[in-house]
């Protein structure tokens, strides 16, 4: 069993920055594959970035050079650094946890958090 907390969403001014930090419980953290989905009002939960147990990295094509993920091991903890945010990317964000492959797919993903809001205004 995974529990993942996230923290760091806000509210930022388009152009901004934030930084989402995951955190996870367990002792197999290095084992999984995380990532990020996103998901606004009225939309589909979409895939963001995600990061393999080898730190292999993908992205969505609409935060790539804006948006990176990365992880630490030891802190058991997974983050997405966001820039040059725009008010398109507001959305309620979730890390979630794959004990298998890195994919986009949420039903790949067997363990999520609750969710942190970001809303980037205009």
């Known amino acids: 069993q995974v529990q993942l907390v996230e923290s760091g969403g806000g509210l930022v001014q388009a152009g901004g920055s934030l930084r989402l930090s995951c955190a996870a419980s367990?002792?197999?953290?290095?084992?999984?594959?995380m990532a990020w989905f996103r998901q606004a009002p009225g939309k589909e939960r979409e895939f963001v970035a995600a990061?393999?147990?080898?730190?292999?990295?993908t992205y969505a094509d609409s935060v790539k050079e804006r948006f990176t993920i990365s992880r630490d091991n030891i802190k058991n903890t997974v983050y997405l650094q966001m820039v040059s945010l725009k008010p398109e990317d507001t959305a309620v964000y979730y890390c979630?946890?794959?004990?298998?492959?890195?994919?986009?797919?949420?039903?790949?993903?067997?363990?999520w958090g609750q969710g942190t809001q970001v809303t980037v205004s205009s």
């Open positions: 979630a946890a794959d004990k298998a492959l890195m994919t986009a797919q949420t039903v790949d993903y067997d363990y």
């Open positions: 367990g002792r197999t953290f290095s084992s999984y594959a």
């Open positions: 990061i393999s147990r080898f730190h292999s990295i």
